[in-house]
């Protein structure tokens, strides 16, 4: 329990130094991203002692929190799925607040929300910090669900939390706002079930990474695709390509 | 009461591409006064607008706004008093959230937003009454997404947005230049009710001299960087766009570019 607010304040330390690169010394978001992870590499390492997997078997985690409970089976699609629900429900009403508004008007368009007397270098601040707190909270959560800790566990998950977010919009809508937070969350249970079934059909775990890779370029290319298929249609429903001539 | 006392602004000062946008202008509003600037492509009249609303750092002067000296406050701090629209019906408005959600911002211009819920229901009655009455239909499509409106229509949405709180100073940027002919006259009507409802003091840069003749109470004329004239009261009445053409070729010894300033 402890652990898990620990990892989320660490993730709040972690967004506000992105969002400070980002909106004080003009890093492009991406790259301050990008920075700060490669920072945090060797900061990991040094909090795990210099070791690259740390076994956390026989210590207290929020799953044996249940143990010695009739509920101790279940512990491990309970607790997770208590904190899920509990952190929609906050993010759901966070983001109607007057705060919430401002945070979402920003990703839409900054300049906007400075015309409207908001400082945005503070919005984004706060969003960075909100957002990596729940990245480290998800990953501190998988440690203790795994009972161990690696340094190679974040890699690839920019991506498939993309994947993700892209797979549930695309699937599920965006409108109105709680229908888009369920279904990222779903849009992340899809992706898993995908790649359980291609393992299932007897992928290697090794090319995992292609297959995610795979996903998101389709999930991103999904725009240019639509535009091809209607200008195709269109070229073949017209009278000129019909007889033959070229439209 | 918007005093600016020799303000220039140069872009890249020191390379090929140093430019001179503002050479030291001097210009005063009273409270109330409408104020249309027009002149040609590149005569600084977005940028004195900038410069004024705090997007770009100006090089000298000073701007000081009802006895405030805003000259070197950051753009979101000027923004409690300013209201803006621009150009681009893209910029005002937040395309993914909806029409309300959008007025609520904007509503809390001022303030200090926390944790408070973002639209309250005496709000949102609030927010209908006043898309009433820009007689857009808006009123019944409060739930929609900004995305989903014509540039007509957000650019009447964000002029809302930017007076829904009275700003000391509003500033419109050839808001209607990017608009069909009808709609760019709704918008330009709705402006006119809004500033005479409110007495406003507004900056309207506009391309079409027409209109810069027709709306507010005062014309200026910019180029390069520098005020060539300046129209009020009894002159301004009896000026037609066709002695305007002719005072600007005068005034400025070049030939307007006629192709981007509509002379009807
Ligand atoms: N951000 C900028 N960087 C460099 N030059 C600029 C910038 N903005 C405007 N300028 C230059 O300053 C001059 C005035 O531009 P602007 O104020 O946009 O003119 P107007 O709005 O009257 O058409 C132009 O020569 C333009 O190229
Ligand atoms: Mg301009």
Redesign the interface.
């Given at each position: 329990m402890v652990g898990l607010a620990l990892a989320f304040a660490a993730g709040c330390l972690a967004g506000s130094v992105t969002a400070l690169l980002h909106t004080k010394l003009n890093i492009q978001p991406l790259l301050s991203g990008i920075l700060v992870m490669l920072g945090l590499y060797s900061i990991n390492l040094r909090v795990m002692d210099g070791r690259a997997n740390i076994p956390l078997l026989n210590k207290a985690t929020v799953f044996s929190l249940l143990q010695g409970t009739p509920l101790e089976e279940s512990a491990a699609l309970l607790i997770p799925t208590i904190i899920l629900l509990s952190m929609l429900v906050l993010l759901f009403l966070f983001l109607k607040t007057q705060f919430g508004f401002v945070l979402r008007a920003t990703g839409d368009n900054d300049q906007m929300v400075r015309a409207l007397g908001v400082n945005t270098d503070r919005v984004i601040l706060i969003g960075l910090a909100l957002s990596n707190a729940l990245v480290a909270l998800s990953g501190s959560l998988i440690a203790q669900y795994q009972s161990f800790a690696d340094i190679s566990m974040g890699i690839g998950m920019v991506i498939i939390g993309l994947a993700s977010v892209i797979i549930g919009e695309v699937i599920f809508g965006t409108t109105p706002l709680l229908r888009r937070l369920v279904a990222v969350i779903l849009g992340a249970v899809l992706y898993r079930l995908v790649i359980a079934l291609a393992l299932e059909l007897g992928m290697a775990p090794t090319d995992l990474k292609l297959i995610s890779a795979l996903i998101v370029t389709l999930a991103l290319s999904m725009p240019s695709i639509k535009a091809y298929l209607i200008a195709w249609k269109k070229k073949h429903s017209s009278p000129y390509s019909r007889k033959g001539g070229q439209a | 009461m918007l005093i600016i006392e020799s303000l220039s602004k140069t872009f890249n000062p020191g390379s090929i591409n140093e430019k001179l946008a503002l050479d030291n202008i001097t210009l005063s509003l009273q409270p109330g006064e409408f104020l249309s600037i027009i002149g040609g492509n590149g005569a600084g009249k977005s940028t004195l607008l900038n410069c004024i609303?705090g997007v770009y750092p100006m090089d000298q002067g000073r701007i000081i706004l009802d006895s405030m000296d805003i000259s070197y406050r950051?753009?979101?701090?000027r923004?409690?008093y300013i209201g803006?629209v621009f150009q681009d019906p893209?910029?005002?408005?937040?395309?993914?959230?909806t029409i309300e959600?959008?007025l609520?911002?904007?509503y809390?211009?001022?303030k200090s937003?926390?944790?408070?819920?973002?639209i309250r229901k005496a709000e949102a009655k609030l927010f209908q009454e006043h898309l009433a009455r820009l007689e857009l239909g808006l009123e019944d499509r409060m739930?929609q997404?900004v995305g989903l409106l014509s540039g007509g229509q957000r650019q009447a949405l964000t002029l809302l947005?930017?007076t829904i709180v009275e700003p000391r100073l509003l500033l419109l940027d050839e808001h209607t230049a990017a608009l069909d002919p009808a709609i760019a006259q709704r918008v330009l009507q709705l402006t006119r009710e809004i500033v005479s409802r409110y007495h406003l003091t507004t900056i309207m840069v506009t391309h079409n001299m027409k209109a810069a003749l027709e709306y507010g109470n005062r014309t200026i004329m910019m180029h390069e960087g520098r005020i060539i004239l300046n129209l009020q009261g009894a002159e301004r009445e009896e000026m037609t766009v066709e002695k305007l053409v002719q005072l600007f070729g005068l005034k400025s010894g070049a030939e307007l570019d006629n192709d981007r300033l509509l002379l009807i």
């Open positions: - | 609303s950051p753009e979101y701090q923004s409690r803006r893209m910029l005002g408005t937040a395309f993914d959230m959600e959008n609520a911002i904007a809390a211009r001022g937003r926390g944790l408070k819920p973002g739930k997404k947005m930017a």
